[in-house]
């Protein structure tokens, strides 16, 4: 499952706001490194996408894993850009879509905060069981399945001879 609306919002801002400190840059840089799937929004996930390239540094070997820009003059205007012309993020994005970037979302987020983020990005949610139907373990099958398997294993054995 992935991150809901607020908490899409929350991530850009912690993501746009802390990166001067010191103690957010590695969780931030950890951030940028995750796969895009992980913001539920569309637009949040195009300014997601517009940040993971912008602040990407260039690399001249394939082989080696993302670096990132984090901090200083280079990661505040690729955010400045954004919300002067949030054009250059996307054709459907708007003013009110950036207009967030680069406020620090409060003292609620914290590393326990961004440990729950970090979850909920990868969280996939359990299928739902229809009612009335009991759930069946795995592995606990009627003898069925173990049957057409030795047959199928038998049949295989007569086709090499």
């Not at 993971?52 to 080696?64: E, F, I, M, V, W």
Request: aromatic fraction near 8%.
């Amino acid at each position: 499952m992935a991150l809901d609306a607020e908490q899409g919002k929350r991530m850009l801002q912690l993501l746009t706001s802390r990166y001067d400190d010191r103690h957010w840059r590695k969780k931030i840089e950890k951030t940028l490194s995750l796969p895009v799937t992980g913001v539920g929004d569309g637009a949040q996930r195009e300014v997601f996408l517009y940040l993971k390239h912008g602040l990407k540094a260039y690399k001249s070997r394939r082989a080696d894993p993302d670096s990132w820009i984090v901090g200083g003059f280079a990661t505040k205007e690729v955010i400045e850009r954004a919300r002067f012309n949030p054009a250059v993020v996307g054709a459907s994005i708007t003013k009110e879509d950036v207009a967030s970037l680069g406020v620090d979302p409060g003292p609620e987020v914290d590393e326990a905060w961004w440990d729950e983020m970090l979850v909920a990005w990868f969280e996939e949610p359990e299928p739902a069981q229809p009612e009335g139907e009991p759930a069946e373990p795995v592995g606990e099958k009627t003898g069925s399945s173990s049957e057409a398997d030795m047959k199928k294993a038998e049949t295989s054995g007569r086709e090499r001879d």
